[in-house]
């Protein structure tokens, strides 16, 4: 999964995980379950997810807890 923040937004890429809704429903669910995530949504035709996060969680900690869940990240970016 790769991860694009614009300010308190992330922007996860997953080639590998995001292939069927079941993992799209996955992914949705760890994002949802995680303290300070505001919004967050899947885009299976981009392979791609988004969350809107406050600043009580980084992004190193949504990546771990998404690759905990079996979905790794390969990395993410900041956009202002």
């Known amino acids: ?3 694009g ?3 308190s937004e992330m922007c996860i890429r997953d080639s590998a995980s995001l292939t069927h ?3 799209a429903a996955e992914v949705m ?3 949802q379950d995680l303290p300070c995530i505001t919004v967050a949504d899947v885009d299976m035709a981009k ?3 988004w969350a ?5 969680i980084s992004p190193e900690e949504i990546a ?3 690759e905990e869940a079996g979905h790794p990240c390969s990395g993410w970016t900041v956009q202002d």
């Open 52 to 56: 809107q996060h406050t600043n009580m």
């Open 64 to 66: 771990a807890a998404l």
């Open 5 to 7: 923040l614009v300010g």
């Open 29 to 31: 669910f760890e994002l």
């Open 21 to 23: 809704d079941d993992a």
């Open 47 to 49: 392979q791609e997810a």
């Open 1 to 3: 999964i790769s991860l």
